[in-house]
């Protein structure tokens, strides 16, 4: 089996399927992870917006693109803000009539590398999974009838894990996949901010690591299986992606992966030929796994 190692992989890409009319959107692209899937998406030929929630800095990701000989499109966008989230929806179809590809990856996190604070819980369940999911749901309606090429990417952690959960009560919660729904995600999700907010989650069962993010990261994770059950039959494919420890803002610098490592496997992972693409996967390397077993 091939190696699931990022750091070790090649820029070797699937059988083209696309062209410069196949349109990507990637969120929170104007650094790191997000800047390199969007740079090479662009030197694949694709037609790709970049979105950042910060206008300047968008505008700064593409000129520096520009300056690389590559072009993409930019439009604001706050997946934490639904407002935001209308506003570009409404941009994308009057400008551009659909779309082929969403990489949902713009996520924060408020904890130093050795920290838990879950100060910013809700900030970060909006952003993480909140926004993604809302963002996903209002585009939809979007995407192009195109058999076996529409696809959702939804770049992810190995944090959000089942595995990661100390109380079997909340892990069955989300692995009973033949139970599993958005409202029971959301009651999950509800919880969660409701023992920050009491103060008694600590002692819960709730993932030990960046806690708050690992939350956003399991309830992401779970609604991509739902959202995958749910669209299998409208030909739009739905994984999610570990990128591994990388070097970004997030993590401070440190990491075993650069962004521009991780993105290469994003992109061929997004780029996977229709036939071959599976659904309600998650991507650890180049493995897909089943959710509900990690």
């Not at 033949?178 to 969660?192: A, G, P, Y």
């Not at 739902?226 to 440190?254: H, Y």
């Not at 991780?262 to 996977?272: E, F, N, P, S, T």
Request: overall charge positive; proline content about 4%; glycine content about 6%.
């Amino acid at each position: 089996m091939a190696s699931t190692d990022p750091s070790t992989q090649h820029s070797c890409i699937p059988t083209r399927w696309w062209s410069r009319d196949t349109l990507a959107v990637v969120t929170g692209a104007n650094k790191g992870i997000g800047f390199e899937i969007v740079k090479q998406l662009c030197e694949l030929g694709l037609t790709v917006i970049l979105t950042a929630r910060d206008e300047s800095k968008g505008l700064e990701a593409l000129e520096l693109l520009k300056a690389k000989g590559l072009y993409a499109v930019f439009h604001c966008l706050d997946v934490s803000s639904s407002h935001s989230i209308l506003d570009f929806v409404y941009w994308l179809r009057t400008c551009f009539g659909g779309l082929d590809i969403l990489v949902n990856n713009a996520a924060v996190s408020f904890n130093a590398l050795h920290e838990n604070s879950v100060e910013h819980a809700e900030t970060v369940l909006r952003t993480n999974f909140y926004g993604p999911k809302l963002l996903t749901d209002a585009l939809l309606p979007l995407f192009r009838q195109s058999p076996s090429k529409s696809r959702i990417l939804n770049v992810s952690s190995r944090l959000g894990s089942l595995n990661k959960l100390q109380d079997p009560v909340l892990k069955q919660v989300l692995q009973d996949e033949e139970k599993l729904s958005e409202e029971t995600i959301d009651d999950f999700v509800k919880k969660f901010l409701d023992q920050v907010k009491l103060g008694t989650w600590r002692d819960a069962g709730w993932p030990k690591i960046w806690t708050d993010y690992s939350v956003s990261k399991l309830a992401l994770n779970s609604y991509s299986v739902v959202l995958a059950s749910r669209i299998k039959d409208r030909g739009v494919t739905v994984n999610c992606f570990c990128p591994g420890f990388t070097k970004t803002t997030m993590t401070q610098g440190e990491g075993k992966y650069t962004a521009e490592e991780v993105a290469r496997l994003a992109v061929r992972i997004a780029l996977i030929p229709g036939p071959e693409l599976p659904t309600g996967k998650f991507f650890v390397g180049r493995k897909p796994a089943f959710f509900s077993k990690l």
